[in-house]
């Protein structure tokens, strides 16, 4: 905390000293700079007459797309139905494939520190690190279009988010409890099931609907790219123009969102 | 002490060879087996819906084992200046919104925490995190796509909307719970609003929000990565059309660089947040 | 209820312990030169023989970081010893296979100083927990034990007064209850020898006793022998037959409770008014009766 004192005048009190302050400023600077870069790109990249039109522009959709075309409900059963498959069929694969992958990242279950526990991290990093969507595009590649590449798109999604929130379970869990386990003679499996599975449980299930509720918003949009849902209706609306339509989906698809939200926030409360 | 005894084991009697199992997380029998015959019902179901073309797979799966070659031998170089390109737009939209995003997240955030903004403005600005986080990035990049255009300019205006529901949420939450009596403390003071936010809130919600900050900076770079498949800008488009002409190699290595990238973006965040902790 | 005569209350009756001593001639629990130096560098132990004999309670007690913790986990090798020999009976335990070990290990039941108990089970899941070791993993995995275990498990509950709380969940009980269950899950294993760390570290005084005096009454109808950790030297007093006093990993005292002087004290835990301490004994001890 640096004080000042100048000839004449009460020491000044400062918050840094100056090359701090210099430090921070030079930062600022350097921030400012980037952005201000960022922005021109942007804006060299787009066509302003477009931006000045915009209003006009949203004013004319919004005109086209109400009142929503409600009668077309009656054909968005089975999407609904396919897109609440995909997200649950796809997270329960998911966890099938997230528990052994985080109990073979998890520092104090991993069998070997310097090889498993690499590869099992890496699993997690890249699954998830790539969007769903761009793995419904590779899906779509490899096994064609439909409900199956979505469920496996999801799927694959999932794995690293789940195991990596479990694997930080596992890391926390209480070891005397472990410790007490062991020193019963239990088998390393017995003392899996008593003495580490009974303490990340509740965790495990608050996970997994976590996700699910994620995977139910995911997978709405999953069509757009060729991978089944309700996202297929939309994008073929989208694709002749059909305004009403698209405002009925976005709504249902609102509706599917809200829904899981608060689905999911009722089982994490009854489970926590 | 005798007749106790006597009473304890007159129990201990009557449960001597009787079975014991673990009592059941649902009591009723009949509700248990009502809630298991109606899972089992529906995965049925869910999965005989399911459309699956096996042939079709089986061919997939020679496909599947070249992605996973050309994973091996990606090839960065002959689509350099599309991936160059591509990338560079990506960072430049997750960049600029994160910091548009981020800086109109905190008025926001402030105005969604109940402890400190008036009903009226609470009200106002939850609503706000409601919209935002309801509608996907995906949708609201297809409605701007019509609106202002194909470009990075949709892009950027989706990932600083999808970032202000985020950011202003999980910072108002924090302001929500955070410790009263030194915000009080300030006020006790005699300070003005804004000396209390300075002094009172910002101390104490600073280190979180720079996390979170870099977490979202982190979702928005990965997010960047699709919205091109809609035309709004970034390394999503090339990476379309990478799969369109089956260009694996090509595919692998924009993947590739991509997880690079959130690895990095994931180590930064974590010495940064050491760092303000 | 087969009690023996002995009120538990009591000081041990020297010459019964010396009939103990004597009538064994190999020790149920032999431990050369054990050393346990951790990758810190730290040597928490340094060169430790100390002998057990069959149905001996003995207290070790010391400063913290003296390695009482150390030498217990050693002896069931939840610590792997760096060097030296642990002996059970006729078994080396150091050395022995990972099966092997896990077969040892049901005859040494081990109760924790935070309980350990496995908090999200039932009481009954965490007794039963004890006979891990002689059960399949899938008769453990469906809860579906044998009906002897079952019945043996009714009548340790019984015993320590919590079968009214077998179907309760284990995070539900008292510190005092959490421990008498940690108990039952410890004899259940139907050991010969007890590790016991810091039984009461977290119990009030009046509870701590209470456990003290149940552990104690519990090996002397059972006849086993028990290590117990103990850092309240008054308990420990009060309660064994023999008292080990560790320092720096190296055994400083070995002697029956009555022996502990102001001096031992001193050379044991360093500096200090100990007349105060030894005098509580007394007191704790007239106010008892």
Same mark, same amino acid.
């Given at each position: 905390m640096p004080v000042y004192e100048t000839a004449g005048s009460p020491p000044i009190w400062r918050r840094r000293n100056r090359n701090q302050a210099l430090a921070h400023w030079a930062m600022w600077l350097t921030g400012t700079a980037i952005f201000v870069y960022c922005w021109m790109q942007i804006s060299g990249a787009t066509t302003w007459f477009f931006v000045w039109d915009a209003p006009r522009i949203a004013g004319d959709i919004w005109d086209r797309a109400t009142p929503p075309r409600w009668e077309y409900i009656t054909q968005l059963g089975r999407p609904i139905w396919d897109t609440l498959n995909i997200a649950t069929l796809g997270t329960i694969i998911a966890l099938c494939f997230a528990v052994p992958v985080a109990f073979l990242a998890a520092r104090n279950t991993t069998p070997s520190r310097y090889i498993v526990r690499p590869i099992a991290l890496l699993i997690i990093v890249s699954t998830r690190s790539i969007n769903s969507l761009i793995w419904a595009l590779l899906l779509i590649a490899i096994i064609g279009p439909g409900v199956f590449a979505g469920v496996v798109a999801i799927a694959i999604r999932s794995i690293g988010f789940c195991a990596k929130l479990l694997y930080e379970a596992i890391e926390e869990i209480d070891e005397t409890q472990v410790e007490a386990i062991t020193a019963t003679g239990a088998s390393r499996w017995q003392v899996m099931a008593y003495g580490i599975v009974p303490q990340i449980l509740p965790a495990f299930a608050g996970i997994a609907v976590f996700r699910w509720d994620i995977n139910i918003r995911e997978s709405t949009v %999953? !069509? %757009?790219? !060729?991978? !089944? !849902?309700i996202g297929l209706q939309l994008n073929a609306s989208l694709n002749v123009l059909a305004w009403p339509q698209v405002s009925l989906i976005l709504l249902v698809i609102l509706a599917a969102v809200v829904i899981s939200e608060w689905v999911s926030a009722k089982v994490r409360g009854a489970i926590i | 002490m005798s007749t106790s005894s006597l009473h304890t084991h007159r129990e201990l009697d009557d449960m001597l060879g009787t079975r014991w199992r673990k009592p059941k997380l649902v009591k009723q029998t009949w509700l248990r087996w009502v809630l298991w015959i109606g899972l089992v019902t529906y995965l049925i179901a869910a999965v005989l819906t399911i459309p699956v073309d096996w042939s079709r797979v089986y061919e997939g799966l020679d496909r599947g084992w070249q992605f996973v070659l050309a994973f091996m031998t990606p090839d960065f170089v002959t689509r350099a200046a599309d991936i160059r390109d591509g990338m560079l737009e990506s960072i430049i939209m997750t960049i600029a919104a994160s910091v548009v995003g981020i800086a109109i997240s905190i008025p926001i955030g402030l105005g969604a925490a109940r402890n400190i903004a008036p009903l009226p403005v609470y009200m106002i600005c939850r609503g706000i995190v409601a919209v935002s986080r309801a509608l996907q990035e995906i949708i609201v990049a297809i409605l701007l796509v019509a609106i @202002? &255009? @194909? &470009?990075?300019l949709a892009g950027f205006l989706t990932l600083s909307f999808a970032t202000i529901g985020f950011l202003s949420k999980l910072l108002a939450e924090d302001i929500e719970s955070m410790d009263r009596v030194q915000a009080e403390a300030i006020r006790s003071s005699g300070a003005s609003w804004m000396q209390w936010i300075n002094y009172g809130v910002q101390p104490q919600v600073m280190p979180r929000l720079i996390g979170l900050s870099m977490y979202r900076l982190d979702i928005n770079f990965r997010e960047s990565a699709i919205l091109g498949l809609v035309g709004a800008g970034g390394i999503g488009a090339t990476l379309n059309t990478a799969f369109d002409r089956y260009e694996y190699d090509t595919a692998a290595a924009i993947l590739i660089i991509i997880i690079v990238i959130v690895m990095g973006l994931e180590y930064l965040s974590g010495l940064i947040r050491a760092r303000v902790q | 209820m087969t009690h023996t005569g002995r009120s538990p209350k009591g000081p041990p009756d020297p010459s019964e312990m010396q009939n103990v001593i004597k009538m064994r001639e190999t020790p149920m629990l032999r431990l050369e030169k054990l050393v346990k130096t951790y990758?810190?560098?730290?040597?928490? #132990?340094?060169?430790v023989d100390l002998e057990v004999p069959s149905g001996q309670v003995l207290a070790l007690i010391g400063p913290s970081g003296a390695g009482k913790s150390t030498l217990i986990r050693c002896i069931n090798r939840l610590v792997e010893p760096t060097s030296g020999k642990v002996w059970l009976g006729d078994t080396e335990l150091t050395g022995l296979s990972q099966s092997a070990l896990r077969r040892a290990r049901r005859k040494m039941g081990m109760i924790f100083q935070e309980y350990a108990l496995v908090e999200r089970l039932s009481v009954m899941e965490n007794v039963l927990s004890g006979r891990l070791g002689y059960v399949g993993f899938w008769r453990s995995f469906t809860r579906r034990y044998p009906q002897a275990d079952v019945d043996e498990a009714f009548r340790l509950l019984d015993r320590v007064g919590l079968l009214h709380m077998a179907d309760k969940r284990a995070d539900e009980l008292s510190g005092g209850q959490r421990q008498r269950v940690g108990i039952c899950r410890a004899l259940i294993q139907n050991p010969e020898l007890l590790l016991v760390d810091e039984p009461t570290a977290s119990l009030d005084p009046k509870t701590s006793r209470q456990i003290m005096r149940l552990i104690c009454e519990l090996c002397e109808e059972r006849g086993l022998a028990a290590i117990i950790n103990i850092h309240d030297v008054a308990l420990a007093q009060r309660f064994v037959q023999r008292v080990i006093g560790l320092r720096f990993g190296a055994i400083e005292f070995d002697g029956?409770?009555?022996? #502990?002087t102001p001096d031992v004290l001193t050379t044991i835990y360093g500096e200090e008014d100990w007349e105060a301490t030894i005098q509580k004994v007394e007191e704790d001890e007239v106010a008892a009766e």
């Open positions: %999953l !069509g %757009l790219v !060729g991978a !089944g !849902g | @202002f &255009g @194909f &470009g990075p | 990758k810190t560098g730290d040597q928490a #132990l340094k060169a029956k409770p009555d022996a #502990l």
